[in-house]
């Protein structure tokens, strides 16, 4: 008997080492905050794992590594605010890159983010004369804190901009006195707001419908591995209805990944996540958020009006994955 217990176990683990090693790992890299829900809900549910996959997820610093990373192949996939992606196939990025072929295939959402100001900045009129921290100058959703301000009357000239990286850098500069505003992810808006920082405006409520991040490959990726990138985005596309349609499961996972936040500050921040303006059903990027980037990139970004939109966008993936194929 217990030489059949032993090796049943046996079989067993062997089984498992099987079914783990049967998963093929890729990597990805995003910005941190409560935008990468989905990704926490395709690891947590098994999503991943039911196609076939092994998601390895690291958070960077700022979009220029990121795309760093994601030109030289360190990672597969990437969550990166669109703008980026425009701005480094039209060479005002931060680095010019010969061939650069990081495309959207899916849409993350509407661009949930707060103008956050320090706790002396009380009105749009109080950031003249101050800095704003961005993550960087021309894309990353500079240009739609920009466009937020011309609304509320404040020019380009009233203020001062440093490019500083991604959120928790943005939250140091206006920490540490470098900077008084920047646009902000949750849930760090919700915890400065607490400690006296002021939330000005919801960026989605201020400029309407807007395409912000989006899950990127490369086009030579998505050439050689299409049965990866097809697995991948299935699992992103179930874990974005998932939001929607189960509430209970997404406010589950958002509370084991978000830490020290009450269960008021959380079902807020997941309202917003399932508005209009959170993340997108199906996980389908938005072709009037789209043009809407493009449009704010002509008039800060320097570059020309662009109504073709498949050098930045391969729409092919979200149509065969919804298609089973």
Known sequence: MRSMLRTAIAGFIAMTATAASA?????????????????????????????GLKVVRET?????????????????????????????HNGTGAVKYDNFDVVAILGVHGGMNSVLATPEIKTWNDIRGKTLA???VRSGYATVLYQI???????????????????????????????????VSSPDDLRLRREGFNILADTSTEIGQYQGS????????????????????????????????DRTTAFAVLKVNVKNMSDE???GMLDRMRSPSGFFRRAALSEEGVRNVFQLR?????EKPVTDFSK??????????????
């Not at 960077?60 to 669109?82: D, H, L, P």
């Not at 002509?298 to 320097?302: C, E, I, K, P, S």
């Not at 930045?312 to 194929?325: F, H, M």
């Open 312 to 325: 930045y966008i391969d729409p092919t993936v979200a149509q065969r994955a919804a298609a089973g194929k």
């Open 23 to 51: 998963l093929t790992e890729v990597k990805m890299i995003t910005f941190g905050g409560a935008s990468v829900l989905p990704v926490w809900i395709a690891q947590s549910q098994g999503l991943f794992e039911k196609e």
């Open 134 to 136: 961005v993550d960087a």
């Open 298 to 302: 002509a008039v800060y970004g320097g």
């Open 214 to 245: 989006s899950y990127a490959v490369r086009r030579a990726y998505i050439k050689s591995n299409p049965k990866e990138v097809l697995a991948f985005a299935r699992a992103i596309m179930a874990a974005h209805e998932l939001i929607h349609n």
């Open 60 to 88: 960077t610093r700022n979009s220029r590594e990121q795309i760093k990373n994601m030109v030289e192949g360190n990672y597969q996939f990437a969550s990166t605010a669109f703008d980026n992606l425009v701005a480094y």
């Open 265 to 267: 500050d959380l079902n």
């Open 149 to 183: 301000l011309k609304n509320h009357g404040i020019g380009e000239n009233d203020y001062k901009v440093i490019a500083v990286g991604n959120t928790g850098a943005r939250v140091k500069a206006m920490r540490s006195g470098a900077a008084q505003m920047g646009i």
